[in-house]
C-alpha cells in the first residue's frame, strides 16, 4: 500500500527477533525455524525478495518500497506469488498496508490450497510440497497516515504525519498573526477526517470540515460570524482546517478554495490556502511510531509463530496501551461501513464506527472551539482553580486551555493561580477567560508559571486563600511534586475544612514517573527530542568510522526517557534505575559492541539515565569505554540537559493534555453536582484523585490508595509498564535475550469503541 513514517519498526522488530541464523528467540521457539525476508512491492508476484538488512529506524517511507498491484487482484497474479513463496519455503506471511492490502492477503489465504493444487497439476510443484506447505499464516498490520482502519487507536504513521502537519501550522500562525490573514489549510486522509480533526484540536483551530461529520445547513454564515466575532476580540489570525474527504450533508464536495471564496467574498479578509499534501508522508518517523512499529512487528511475528491451522487471519492493533490481535476481516468490515454510513448519509453512525476516540475528539472540540453566548450557559455559582506544579512540561498550556474552557462551559467562574503553591500562598490568582487562553495549546512551557515548592509549609496562608477566593474545586497539573502536594493538601483536611472539595491531579512532567498514570503530559516532546537529537548525534559522525556516543538523557530515578529514547533511537544499551548494573555488566556491554564494531555497524549508540548510579556516572561510563574501545572505537559523550523540556509540544502532548484535562474539568463538575443546595463538604478518598491512563482504561484513582504504589525515596511507581520492554531493545541490539510473551495479545473481537 502507500508509504508510511514508521514503516521500518515493523521490519526492525521482526528482524531482531527472528532473522535467520541469528539466535534470537521469543521463549516460544518454533521448530520449524521460520525464515523471514523482506518482500519488495508486488513482490510475491515478481519474486523480489531481500535478506534483513541494517537498522532502519530513522528513515521514513519503507525502504522495501510499496505498491498497488494489480496483477495480484486476479487468480492468476496469486498463483504465480503461491510459486514463488514456495521457492523460498514461505507460509507464514506479514502484510504490512490498509484495508484493500489486508483484504488481499485473506483472499490469498483463503485461495492458498486450491493454489498449491493447481500448481501441482501443472507440474511446478510436487504433491509433497503440497502437504508440506499446506497451510498460509497471515497476520496483517496497518501503516497509513489516514488512521482510518477500525480496529485500532492508531496506524502506522498517523503520529508522524502530525508532527508535519502540526510544524507547518505552527509556522503559518506566525506568518498570519504578522499579516492578519485567514488561512485555510488541506490535510490529508483521504475519507477519513482524523488527521483534520486531531491537529485542529492540537493547534486550536477556528473550525474544521470533516467527511464523516459535514457541517449543518447554513454553515456558511456561521462560519462567517465565527470568524468575525474572533478579529473583534482583536485576535490577528483565523485557522480553518478542511480533510481532503471534507462533504456536506448532500454528499458534495466542500474544497479548500471554495471556503477561500466564501471568506473573501462574505468577510472580505487576506485569505490563503495551503494545500500539504505529501509533505504529511516524508520526513524522519516520530518516536511514538518508531516504538509502536516496534512492538507491532514482534507482536505480528509471535502472532505467526502461535498461529494454527484453524487460526484466522488477524491484525495487530493498538488499545489503550496494549497490543491485541483482531480477526481482520471483521476490522475490514467495519472500515467499509463507515464508508456506506457516510455515502447514505448516516453521518451519526459513522462517527459512531468510528470509535470511541473520535467521536470524543469531536465532542472536546466543538466544546472549545465554539463559545456559547452568556445567556446559554447555566451559571453553578462556583470557582474552580487551576494551578500548575513543578517543572515545566510541553503541553502544561493546553491542558490549561482546555481546562479553563470546558469549566466556563459548564458555567463555573475560572481562577489562574501563578507561580505554582508559593504564588497560591501570595494570593497571585485571577479570573481567567474564554479569550485569555487563545493560542496557548502551541505553547511551550507554563505560562502560568510553576515551581518545585510543595504547599506544607504555607497550608494556613493557601487555605486563607481558599477561603478569600471561596475556591470550590482545584485541579493541579503536574509532575511528581504535584502528587506530593495533593497528598499534603488531602492530609491537611481535617485541620483546613477548606481543602474539602474536589481537588484532581493531571500528571504533567517530562520523567513520566507520577503513580496512576502509565503516561504524563511532557514526556513524547522529551522523547522526540531526545530521539532527534541522537539521530543528528549519529549522523555526525557519517564520515568518521567506529564511534560510540554516550548520552544522558533527564528523569531523575526514573528511566521512562532512557530506555524509551534508546527504544526510539536503536542504542546499543541504556542504562537506568530501576535495573541495576554492575561492572561486569558495562564490560560486557563494551565487548559486545567491539564485536559489533568489527563486523556490521560504524556508529554506537549508549543513553544514561541521570540517577541510575551514584557511581557509574556518564565521565565513568565515557572513559570505560574510551579505555576499553581502544583501537576499535573511540567515544565521545553528551548530556542532553534542560532542552528536553524545552520546546513546541508534540501533537500528542497537545491532544493528550487536552483531552485529559477535559475529562478532569467533567469530573470536578459532577463532583460539584452532587453537591448543589447542600453545602456538602467532601471528606472521602474519592474526592481526591490523580487521573491517568492505566492500561487500556482512563481512570480516577484516589491519591490515597497510590500511596501503596509509590516509592517515595526515589519518586517512582513500584511498578511500571515499559520495563516490559526491556528485553526488546537488548534484542534489537542483536544481544541474545528472550522476549516474554506472556503478555501477547490474544485473538479478540473488535467494537465500534476499540478506536
Given at each position: 500500500?502507500?508509504?508510511?513514517?514508521g514503516a521500518?519498526?515493523?521490519?526492525?522488530?521482526?528482524?531482531?527477533?527472528?532473522?535467520?541464523?541469528s539466535?534470537?528467540?521469543?521463549?516460544?521457539k518454533?521448530?520449524l525455524?521460520?525464515?523471514f525476508?523482506?518482500?519488495l512491492p508486488?513482490?510475491?508476484?515478481r519474486g523480489?525478495?531481500?535478506?534483513?538488512?541494517?537498522?532502519?529506524?530513522?528513515?521514513?517511507?519503507?525502504?522495501?518500497?510499496s505498491?498497488?498491484?494489480?496483477?495480484?487482484?486476479t487468480r492468476?497474479?496469486?498463483?504465480?506469488?503461491?510459486?514463488n513463496l514456495?521457492?523460498?519455503?514461505i507460509?507464514?506471511l506479514?502484510v504490512?498496508g490498509?484495508?484493500?492490502?489486508?483484504?488481499?492477503?485473506?483472499?490469498?489465504?483463503?485461495?492458498?490450497s486450491?493454489?498449491?493444487?493447481?500448481?501441482?497439476?501443472?507440474?511446478?510443484?510436487?504433491?509433497?510440497?503440497?502437504?508440506?506447505y499446506?497451510?498460509?499464516?497471515?497476520?496483517?498490520?496497518?501503516g497509513?497516515i489516514?488512521?482510518?482502519?477500525?480496529?485500532?487507536?492508531?496506524?502506522?504513521?498517523?503520529?508522524?504525519?502530525l508532527?508535519?502537519?502540526?510544524?507547518?501550522?505552527?509556522?503559518?500562525?506566525?506568518?498570519?498573526q504578522s499579516?492578519?490573514?485567514?488561512?485555510?489549510?488541506?490535510?490529508?486522509?483521504?475519507?477519513?477526517g482524523y488527521l483534520?480533526?486531531v491537529?485542529?484540536l492540537?493547534?486550536g483551530a477556528?473550525w474544521?470540515?470533516?467527511?464523516?461529520s459535514?457541517?449543518?445547513?447554513?454553515w456558511?454564515?456561521?462560519?462567517?460570524?465565527k470568524?468575525?466575532?474572533?478579529?473583534a476580540?482583536k485576535?490577528?489570525?483565523?485557522i480553518?482546517i478542511?480533510a481532503?474527504?471534507?462533504?456536506?450533508?448532500q454528499?458534495?464536495?466542500?474544497?479548500s478554495?471554495?471556503?477561500?471564496?466564501l471568506?473573501?467574498?462574505?468577510?472580505?479578509y487576506?485569505?490563503?490556502v495551503?494545500?500539504?499534501?505529501?509533505?504529511?508522508?516524508?520526513?524522519?518517523?516520530?518516536?511514538?511510531?518508531?516504538?509502536?512499529?516496534?512492538?507491532m512487528?514482534?507482536?505480528?511475528?509471535?502472532?505467526l509463530?502461535?498461529?494454527t491451522?484453524?487460526?484466522?487471519?488477524?491484525?495487530?492493533?493498538?488499545?489503550g496501551?496494549?497490543?491485541?490481535?483482531?480477526?481482520?476481516m471483521?476490522?475490514?468490515?467495519?472500515?467499509?461501513?463507515?464508508?456506506k454510513?457516510m455515502?447514505?448519509?448516516?453521518?451519526?453512525?459513522?462517527?459512531?464506527?468510528?470509535?470511541?476516540?473520535?467521536?470524543?475528539?469531536?465532542n472536546?472540540?466543538?466544546?472549545l472551539?465554539i463559545?456559547?453566548?452568556?445567556?446559554?450557559i447555566?451559571?453553578?455559582?462556583?470557582n474552580?482553580?487551576?494551578?500548575?506544579?513543578?517543572a515545566p512540561?510541553a503541553?502544561m498550556?493546553?491542558?490549561?486551555?482546555?481546562?479553563v474552557?470546558v469549566?466556563?462551559?459548564?458555567?463555573?467562574?475560572?481562577?489562574?493561580?501563578?507561580?505554582?503553591?508559593?504564588?497560591?500562598?501570595?494570593?497571585?490568582?485571577?479570573?481567567?477567560s474564554?479569550?485569555?487562553v487563545?493560542?496557548w495549546t502551541?505553547q511551550?512551557?507554563?505560562?502560568?508559571?510553576?515551581k518545585?515548592?510543595?504547599p506544607?509549609?504555607?497550608?494556613?496562608?493557601?487555605?486563607?486563600?481558599m477561603?478569600?477566593?471561596?475556591i470550590?474545586?482545584?485541579?493541579?497539573?503536574g509532575?511528581?511534586?504535584a502528587?506530593?502536594?495533593?497528598?499534603?493538601?488531602?492530609?491537611?483536611?481535617?485541620?483546613?475544612?477548606?481543602?474539602?472539595?474536589p481537588?484532581?491531579?493531571?500528571?504533567?512532567?517530562?520523567?513520566?514517573?507520577v503513580?496512576?498514570?502509565?503516561?504524563?503530559?511532557?514526556a513524547?516532546?522529551?522523547?522526540?527530542?531526545?530521539?532527534?537529537?541522537?539521530?543528528?548525534i549519529?549522523?555526525?559522525?557519517?564520515?568518521?568510522?567506529?564511534?560510540?556516543?554516550?548520552?544522558?538523557?533527564?528523569?531523575?530515578?526514573?528511566?521512562?526517557l532512557?530506555?524509551m529514547?534508546?527504544l526510539?533511537?536503536?542504542?546499543?544499551?541504556?542504562?537506568?534505575?530501576?535495573?541495576?548494573?554492575d561492572?561486569?555488566?558495562?564490560?560486557?556491554?563494551?565487548?559486545h559492541?567491539?564485536?559489533?564494531?568489527?563486523?556490521?555497524?560504524q556508529?554506537?549508540?549508549v543513553?544514561?539515565?541521570e540517577?541510575?548510579?551514584?557511581?557509574?556516572?556518564?565521565?565513568?561510563?565515557?572513559?570505560?569505554?574510551?579505555?576499553?574501545g581502544k583501537?576499535?572505537?573511540?567515544?565521545?559523550?553528551n548530556?542532553?540537559g534542560?532542552m528536553?523540556?524545552?520546546?513546541?509540544?508534540s501533537?500528542?502532548?497537545?491532544n493528550?493534555?487536552t483531552?485529559?484535562?477535559?475529562r478532569?474539568?467533567?469530573?470536578?463538575?459532577?463532583?460539584?453536582?452532587?453537591?448543589r443546595?447542600?453545602?456538602?463538604?467532601f471528606?472521602?478518598?474519592?474526592?481526591?484523585?490523580?487521573l491517568?491512563?492505566?492500561?487500556?482504561n482512563?481512570?480516577f484513582?484516589?491519591?490515597?490508595?497510590?500511596?501503596?504504589?509509590?516509592d517515595?525515596?526515589?519518586?517512582?511507581?513500584?511498578?511500571?509498564?515499559?520495563?516490559?520492554?526491556r528485553?526488546?531493545?537488548?534484542i534489537l541490539?542483536?544481544?541474545?535475550?528472550?522476549?516474554?510473551?506472556?503478555?501477547?495479545?490474544?485473538?479478540?473481537h473488535?467494537?465500534?469503541?476499540?478506536?
Open positions: 500500500c502507500r508509504p508510511c513514517c521500518h519498526g515493523h521490519l526492525r522488530g521482526g528482524q531482531g527477533l527472528f532473522k535467520s541464523g539466535g534470537y528467540v521469543v521463549q516460544k518454533n521448530p525455524g521460520p525464515r525476508l523482506l518482500v508486488v513482490g510475491a508476484v523480489d525478495w531481500r535478506e534483513m538488512g541494517s537498522s532502519l529506524v530513522p528513515h521514513g517511507g519503507t525502504i522495501i518500497g505498491a498497488r498491484c494489480q496483477a495480484f487482484r492468476e497474479g496469486r498463483l504465480k506469488a503461491a510459486c514456495l521457492q523460498r519455503g507460509t507464514n506479514c504490512i490498509g484495508d484493500g492490502s489486508l483484504t488481499g492477503a485473506n483472499l490469498f489465504r483463503k485461495e492458498w486450491g493454489l498449491l493444487e493447481e500448481l501441482a497439476r501443472n507440474g511446478q510443484i510436487d504433491k509433497e510440497a503440497v502437504q508440506k499446506a497451510y498460509l499464516n497471515v497476520v496483517g498490520m496497518v497509513s489516514d488512521n482510518d482502519f477500525c480496529g485500532t487507536d492508531m496506524t502506522i504513521g498517523t503520529d508522524s504525519a508532527h508535519r502537519i502540526i510544524e507547518v501550522i505552527d509556522a503559518i500562525m506566525t506568518t498570519a499579516h492578519q490573514r485567514t488561512f485555510v489549510l488541506e490535510v490529508m486522509g483521504r475519507h477519513c483534520a480533526l491537529s485542529a492540537a493547534c477556528d474544521v470540515f470533516l467527511p464523516e459535514p457541517p449543518e445547513e447554513g456558511e454564515e456561521q462560519m462567517c460570524v470568524l468575525s466575532e474572533n478579529r476580540r485576535k490577528r489570525l483565523n480553518i478542511v481532503e474527504g471534507a462533504i456536506d450533508t454528499n458534495k464536495p466542500i474544497t478554495e471554495k471556503i477561500k471564496e471568506v473573501v467574498t462574505q468577510l472580505g487576506d485569505t490563503r495551503t494545500i500539504l499534501g505529501h509533505v504529511q508522508r516524508g520526513g524522519t518517523p516520530s518516536a511514538f511510531d518508531r516504538i509502536l512499529a516496534s512492538r512487528g514482534v507482536e505480528a511475528v509471535i502472532a509463530l502461535e498461529a491451522p484453524d487460526t484466522p487471519a488477524c491484525v495487530v492493533s493498538l488499545n496501551n496494549h497490543a491485541v490481535r483482531l480477526p481482520l471483521e476490522c475490514v468490515q467495519m472500515t467499509q461501513d463507515v464508508q454510513a455515502d447514505e448519509r448516516r453521518f451519526q453512525d459513522a462517527v459512531r464506527l468510528r470509535g470511541r476516540s473520535f467521536a470524543g475528539n469531536l472536546t472540540y466543538k466544546r472551539a463559545k456559547l453566548p452568556d445567556d446559554q447555566p451559571k453553578t455559582n462556583c474552580v482553580a487551576v494551578i500548575n506544579v513543578g512540561a503541553g498550556n493546553a491542558a490549561v486551555r482546555s481546562a474552557r469549566g466556563i462551559a459548564d458555567g463555573h467562574r475560572m481562577l489562574a493561580i501563578y507561580d505554582g503553591f508559593d504564588g497560591f500562598a501570595k494570593g497571585q490568582i485571577k479570573e481567567i474564554w479569550t485569555d487563545g493560542g502551541g511551550g512551557g507554563s505560562i502560568l508559571g510553576t518545585r515548592v510543595l506544607g509549609k504555607y497550608l494556613e496562608e493557601i487555605a486563607t486563600q477561603r478569600a477566593h471561596s470550590n474545586a482545584l485541579l493541579i497539573i509532575g511528581f511534586e502528587y506530593l502536594g495533593l497528598l499534603e493538601l488531602s492530609a491537611a483536611r481535617e485541620k483546613h475544612e477548606e481543602f474539602c472539595v481537588m484532581v491531579m493531571v500528571p504533567a512532567t517530562v520523567s513520566n514517573n503513580p496512576g498514570s502509565d503516561f504524563s503530559i511532557g513524547d516532546t522529551a522523547l522526540n527530542t531526545i530521539t532527534d537529537t541522537c539521530d543528528r549519529k549522523q555526525s559522525a557519517s564520515g568518521t568510522k567506529r564511534r560510540v556516543f554516550i548520552i544522558e538523557t533527564m528523569g531523575g530515578y526514573c528511566g521512562y532512557a530506555n529514547g534508546g526510539a533511537a536503536g542504542a546499543d544499551a541504556a542504562y537506568i534505575f530501576e535495573e541495576p548494573f561492572i561486569r555488566d558495562l564490560q560486557s556491554n563494551v565487548e559492541l567491539t564485536e559489533k564494531m568489527k563486523t556490521t555497524i556508529r554506537g549508540l543513553l544514561r539515565n540517577s541510575c548510579s551514584e557511581n557509574y556516572t556518564t565521565d565513568f561510563i565515557y572513559q570505560l569505554y574510551s579505555e576499553e583501537g576499535v572505537f573511540d567515544c565521545r559523550k548530556v542532553l534542560h528536553q523540556q524545552g520546546g513546541a509540544p501533537p500528542f502532548d497537545r493528550f493534555g483531552k485529559i484535562s477535559a478532569a474539568m467533567e469530573w470536578i463538575t459532577a463532583k460539584l453536582k452532587e453537591a443546595g447542600r453545602g456538602k463538604k471528606t472521602t478518598d474519592d474526592s481526591v484523585c490523580v491517568g491512563i492505566s492500561k487500556r482512563v481512570i484513582q484516589p491519591v490515597a490508595e497510590l500511596k501503596q504504589q509509590t517515595f525515596e526515589h519518586r517512582i511507581p513500584k511498578e511500571q509498564w515499559w520495563l516490559k520492554l528485553p526488546l531493545m537488548k541490539a542483536k544481544y541474545k535475550a528472550s522476549y516474554d510473551v506472556s503478555d501477547s495479545g490474544q485473538l479478540e473488535v467494537q465500534p469503541w476499540s478506536v
